[in-house]
């Protein structure tokens, strides 16, 4: 093996090699500072090696890795967005008694996994991508070791978790022992070939298994049951990363195994199954966050019933469809990082920041936090100059083009019910609280976490206002 | 240009008016008079061209527009026109602006910074819906304006601020998606039919539609105009927004907020689906409106909250635009407009007045006012001279509005204009009740709240003066109206069924058309 054959997987490698630059570091002198600026550089210098690699795009690594524009464009996503989850975590795990630094090895881990997810073309590929992100994400719920919480959350996950490995690892074998392929390609061109009348039960159950373990991973309506749990339990810049990061990558695989459109041809039956999910995922997601009073059980629904509406434009299925998934992705990642990353500036590992209650007043206290909460709340909702009203103007876009009018109808009615309990955070954030004693001036933020959270609300805004140029990139990614 | 500003001056004396408030909490209030103030200036430019007959000489109705690609692979434009009516909603918008300023003068005193931050943005939203002509604009500008209304009423209002501001804001947001639906929906039939994919507005009236999907669409377009407006099954969110919220928000809401539907009927409803709307809809619109008249004055007079009150008197006589809109004839239309601007000064200046009440005496029901005349006989005076306005009294704007939709609509249906006239009776009827109950009779209570102070008379003259030459001269606002309202009858009775669309026409005649083809009155029979 040459080394230039090395270079699709350049990325991977550097950040690979950051993680083990932080071990060593942690192994011969702690220090929580030098593992944060180590994981950030090794980020950063993965996504400025990605240009170069797209020039070559595509290229393939051995059978398991296809390196195109796509997936670099979200392995760029993926490693901004680790980015963001790094320096949230600083200011929280500086409360944090135990080691720090081996946090940092997990999420780079996983952040290498997730990419590996985005990149593969092969099932094997895809399982191994999948191991390397749940099994950094599993130690990472449970990071903060020393409390109930999180441990708690990091059982269930684990379990759950390994449970869906298990159904992917079956339907897998469903699927070989019918196509004899394991490559994404030939899968997918016989999909494309079959005819409705050909399709074998045996290839069907391995698809639908392998949507279980996709849709576990997206955490969407019948599969979301360990969602608001691991959301509440898992330190809050663990769950920012397990919200964006985890689901973009699962994302980005769903779009190469069955692109969209792939559903209608030989596959009806996989077409109606991702419609009810995402029926079901918009209509629970925003009847269940309804009754919840925990920020992060709000969010863990209001993500759900994201996948939904995600779900929806990906039926629409043709180029713009992945536009629309894609922008909406990149809203989503923006938005939902921000809003726990306001969770994790507020929040320690001691004691989580995530009542309904804490946050009433908040404006009065800090008004520049929680009018930064505020956007990105318009912005999950969908509101006018935020980045979330660009993706949902994308995603609408996308499925009235294909007239998916009753899915459609459905995301309108569903998403104004799921205005009315982001208000309610805002309005618990505005209200007077007549009996607060006065504390004086609260304790100052973490300076990495409000910086992140300050670049988020910009690019919220920017976004929001001027959508091309990202779209622009998108469509030449992908095109 | 001069459209830009219009929405840039707003937005921008917003932010100062947020930064400065926290330095000074009496800074934001002068930062806001300015700002309007300042907006004045590009709007008394167009005045100008209009009066100065600046309609013919610039080749189209359009006295000034504004065109910037936008998103650009969408066929999104952020562009902006002006006719005369919007010109005239325009100047309502900045007028009843700085009249909620100056009602909010003493009652704002907590976090006025971003009270008036809200404030101006809301008429930055205002003032784009009225001059956007890209739907993807307009549909901007519509959500745009809610947020800050939002936190006007959950921040400054009353006791059930938070159940009326959310109730507000569900009822608009999920009427607003359906529309947003629409307008996708007209985009890619559009899109599909000429090959141009645009949001342009003058593009889309030439629109063919089936007649199925011309009243799907139509159903998506008016369910938000007609939240908004608003028509009776669908009005509960606004006696609560309106009463809930604080003066300045209850002035825009009822001045403002409520137009912005009329205006989409005129310049949306039928002109982009002429059909669906006057044959399939009129006279269920019309039934409605009816209702809306006379449950709305029926409301009215069952209140004991004054606040409430006022609030279901704009409930009736919204009905009329209603009304007028879909008799969509020169009459009814004239009537329409003039109906708009005077229920935006004579509502606007009963919910300052009830606004100053309610400082004085801290409560709003009319039990517990009465025989207040004497103690505040200017205050009274003012009182009665807009609940006869609003009672439609010979003399004042309102009369003249409601009039002529009453003339106009007896063309098309005769049932539906005799039972609107009876609704003018109950005006009467709940016009006198808030004289009787809360200025004669005895006082009982011994009150002796002070009388209007020099800033509210000055505010209150301005709108009296207003509503004055408005029932007294209105030519200036029928002209200036009349050829925009020309060209919208006309865009509807040429059915765009029977005309092939025409998508190749160039850009640089964009808005040019309309004129192109003989100017005639041509009004449904």
């Not at chain 2, 504004?66 to 919007?86: K, Q, V």
Request: aromatic share 12%; charged share 10%.
């Amino acid at each position: 093996m040459k080394f230039a054959d090395l270079i699709p997987i350049l990325p991977m490698i550097i950040v690979g090699v950051s993680a083990v630059g932080v071990m060593l570091q942690a192994a011969l002198h702690r220090s929580h500072k030098t593992a944060v600026i180590l994981s950030v550089a090794g980020l950063v210098l993965a996504v400025a090696t990605l240009p170069a690699v797209s020039q070559n795009a595509p290229l393939r690594f051995t059978s398991l890795l296809l390196i195109d524009r796509f997936a670099i464009l979200y392995s760029g996503l993926l490693f901004v967005a680790s980015v963001a989850a790094v320096l949230l975590s600083y200011g929280y795990l500086q409360q944090f008694d135990g080691n720090r630094e081996e946090y940092y090895i997990l999420l780079l881990l996983a952040a290498a996994g997730a990419t590996v997810l985005a990149g593969s073309d092969h099932f094997a590929a895809f399982f191994l991508g999948l191991e390397i992100l749940s099994v950094s994400l599993y130690a990472l719920v449970a990071y903060p070791h020393l409390t109930e919480g999180h441990i708690e959350a990091g059982v269930k996950y684990i379990i759950l978790a390994a449970v869906s490995s298990a159904f992917v690892l079956f339907g897998m074998a469903l699927i070989y022992a019918t196509s004899g392929t394991m490559t994404f390609d030939q899968f997918g061109a016989l999909l494309h070939r079959l005819r409705p009348e050909e399709v074998n039960m045996v290839m069907l159950t391995g698809a639908g298994l392998l949507v279980v373990g996709i849709g576990f991973k997206l955490a969407i309506v019948p599969f979301h049951l360990w969602t608001p749990d691991v959301y509440q339990g898992a330190p809050a810049p663990v769950t920012g990363f397990i919200a964006t990061v985890s689901k973009g990558a699962v994302l980005a695989l769903l779009i190469r195994i069955f692109p969209p459109g792939a559903m209608h041809a030989g596959g009806g039956p996989l077409y109606t199954a991702i419609a009810s999910i995402a029926v079901a995922s918009m209509i629970a997601g925003n009847l269940l966050a309804l009754l919840q009073n925990n920020v992060k059980r709000i969010l863990a629904y209001s993500s759900i019933a994201h996948l939904g509406y995600i779900l929806t434009a990906y039926l629409a299925g043709g180029p713009a469809a992945v536009t629309a998934v894609t922008f909406y992705l990149i809203a989503y990642f923006v938005t939902t990082l921000g809003a726990f990353g306001v969770v994790t500036v507020l929040s320690g590992p001691q004691q989580e920041t995530d009542n309904l209650d804490d946050y009433r007043g908040l404006f009065r206290r800090r008004p520049w936090l929680a009018g930064t909460f505020t956007a990105m709340l318009l912005s999950l909702a969908g509101i006018p100059l935020t980045v979330g009203f660009m993706g949902k103007f994308y995603l609408v876009l996308a499925a009235v083009g294909s007239a998916l009018w009753t899915l459609v109808i459905i995301l309108v009615v569903t998403s104004t019910i799921g205005l009315y309990y982001y208000l309610r955070i805002i309005v618990a954030m505005f209200v007077r609280q007549p009996n607060t004693k006065d504390t004086g001036p609260p304790a100052p933020l973490s300076l990495t976490g409000t910086l992140t959270l300050a670049a988020l609300t910009v690019l919220l805004l920017w976004l929001g206002v001027v959508p091309a140029p990202v779209v622009n990139l998108i469509q030449s990614m992908i095109g | 240009m001069i459209l830009a500003w219009m929405i840039a001056i707003p937005t921008a004396g917003g932010l100062l008016a947020w930064l400065l408030g926290r330095r000074q909490a009496g800074w934001p209030r002068w930062v806001a008079l300015a700002t309007l103030a300042v907006d004045l200036i590009p709007l008394l430019i167009l005045v100008n061209r209009s009066l100065a007959g600046g309609v013919a000489a610039s080749g189209g109705p359009w006295l000034a527009s504004f065109d910037l690609p936008w998103i650009p692979a969408l066929g999104i434009r952020f562009f902006l026109a002006a006719d005369g009516l919007s010109l005239i909603m325009v100047l309502m918008t900045v007028f009843l602006g700085i009249m909620a300023v100056a009602s909010g003068w003493t009652e704002i005193q907590d976090r006025t910074g971003f009270f008036y931050f809200n404030l101006l943005w809301v008429l930055a939203g205002i003032s784009g819906v009225f001059l956007a002509l890209d739907l993807f604009l307009f549909y901007f500008f519509w959500e745009m304006m809610l947020v800050p209304m939002y936190f006007i009423i959950i921040i400054w209002g009353h006791e059930r601020r938070v159940y009326a501001a959310i109730k507000f804001f569900l009822f608009t947001q999920i009427s607003g998606l359906l529309m947003f639906v629409a307008i996708l929906g007209l985009y890619f039939v559009h899109g599909r039919a000429t090959g141009q994919y645009t949001f342009d507005y003058l593009q889309l009236l030439d629109t063919s539609l089936s007649p199925a999907a011309a009243r799907w669409l139509m159903l998506g377009f008016l369910a938000a105009f007609a939240v908004k407006l608003p028509v009776v099954p669908l009005h509960t969110w606004l006696p609560d927004a309106h009463t809930e919220a604080p003066t300045p928000g209850s002035v825009i809401l009822a001045g403002l907020l409520l137009k912005t539907g009329a205006y989409g009927l005129l310049r949306f409803v039928v002109p982009l689906f002429p059909t669906a709307a006057l044959d399939f809809v009129a006279p269920t619109a019309m039934g409605l409106a009816v209702v809306s008249i006379l449950y709305g004055a029926l409301l009215a007079f069952a209140q004991t909250d004054l606040k409430r009150l006022v609030a279901y008197t704009s409930v009736s006589h919204m009905g009329f635009v209603l009304l007028g809109v879909f008799a969509w004839n020169r009459l009814a239309l004239q009537g329409v407009v003039m109906q708009i601007v005077c229920h935006a000064v004579s509502t606007g200046a009963l919910f300052m007045l009830v606004g100053s009440l309610q400082e004085r005496l801290h409560t709003r029901d009319l039990n517990r006012m009465g025989g207040l005349w004497s103690a505040v006989p200017r205050m009274s005076a003012v009182t009665m001279v807009f609940a006869l306005a609003s009672l439609g009294l010979p003399g004042l704007g309102n009369f003249i509005g409601e009039f002529l939709v009453l003339c106009g609509t007896y063309h098309t249906n005769v049932t539906a204009t005799v039972l609107a006239a009876v609704g003018l009776v109950g005006a009467s009827v709940y016009a006198l009740w808030i004289m009787q109950r809360a200025f004669h009779g005895p006082n009982r209570l011994g009150l002796k709240p002070a009388d209007l102070d020099g800033r509210e008379t000055v505010a209150m003259t301005a709108m009296i003066i207003v509503i004055v030459w408005l029932g007294l001269y209105p030519q200036p606002v029928l002209d200036t109206a009349r050829l925009p309202l020309q060209h919208l009858q006309q865009v509807t009775t040429q059915a765009p069924l029977s005309t092939p669309a025409t998508a190749t026409r160039p850009a640089s005649t964009r808005g040019s058309f309309l004129v192109t083809s003989v100017v005639q009155e041509r009004g449904r029979p």
